[in-house]
């Protein structure tokens, strides 16, 4: 083995070392290999951060890169130069994810980026359900051409009837969004405002005009991402029944003779709908815009015209004191 390999084959293992050993500093510095040690030193006091730096806010990620570099005694250009590169890459790194739900429907799954700093007592309410089980083997009951599709209601257990989904207090109104298209929302009973308790739905189309106002507005708690809303549509375009009531839109799957009940093969089950992700954040990229039938924006007081002449004033008397200022140094 030549020198030239063996020096290359020793730092190779420095580096690997610099991943696992937690006082990597000493031995790459006890070893000789002063050039080498700054940046894998860097690279070693990063990793306990790494979970935070993809997770945290932009300022807190230039902090603690700060911090780690300020640690390591690097020269101030080292600093400068890599504190830029590190910005560049932090800031295009994805933002935080929000909670996300996942349903698994006969269809196909699709994922659900709740607004959990938006509407909290909807999200709360809506986890609640999920995390005790309550959708399992729920349906879509109601589909509507051009406007919803509605589940959360009623459960398929193999035979029919179907189960009512038990349900728990009703919860606030917060009608802070607008009901866009691929934004779940929470059904309630017309004419009461707070009344949402299981049932949700999911816009097909921009129901802003329809819904944002409608009953105090219904409260958009989430959206559908990425390609999700292929397996909505999916469900949206199949045959409809009538089964009287709540059941008098049902979507169903092969489902030719009506003479029969149907049951599991025909049903659009949700088999269940799971938390994948429980960051407790709202993702800004994915808000639908604000409900502003509800949330009007506030209205802009123009300035007065005694405002501006203070301004003008207070700007000739910079330049008069300026003046004077200039005229006694000149003296």
Known sequence: MTAASDKRNKKVALIRMATRVPDARRALR?????????????????????????????????????MVFTMTHCKPIVRRV??????????????????????????????????????PATVTNFLDYVNNGAYTDSIFHRSVPDFVIQGGGFTYGGTLPLATVPANAAVANEPELS??????????????????????????????????????????????????????DAIAALDRFNFGGALAETPLRDYTDTTVDPDGDN???????????????????LLPPVNVTINPPTPVTPPSSGGGGGGAFGLSSLFLMGGLLLRRRRR
């Not at 329809?210 to 009953?215: H, K, R, T, W």
Request: glycine share 8%.
């Open 30 to 66: 006890r070893d000789g290999n002063k050039a080498l040690s700054r940046p894998i030193c860097v690279a070693t006091y990063l990793a306990p951060f790494r979970p935070t730096l993809y997770s945290a806010p932009l300022i807190s990620r230039l902090l603690i890169l700060r």
């Open 82 to 119: 890599a504190g830029a590169c590190s910005f560049v890459a932090l800031a295009m790194t994805p933002a935080a994810q929000a909670t996300v739900v996942e349903f698994q429907t006969v269809l196909g799954s699709f994922s659900v980026n709740l607004f959990v700093e938006t509407t």
């Open 179 to 232: 009901n866009v298209r691929g934004t779940i929302a929470m059904a309630k009973i017309g004419g009461q405002p707070d009344s949402a308790t299981t049932q949700w739905f999911i816009s097909l189309v921009d129901n802003s005009g329809d819904l944002d106002g409608d009953n105090g507005g219904f409260t958009v708690f989430g959206v559908v991402m990425d390609n999700g809303m292929d397996v909505v």
């Open 267 to 285: 049903f659009a089950l949700v088999s269940d709908i799971v938390v994948t992700d429980t960051t407790v954040s709202t993702n800004t990229n």
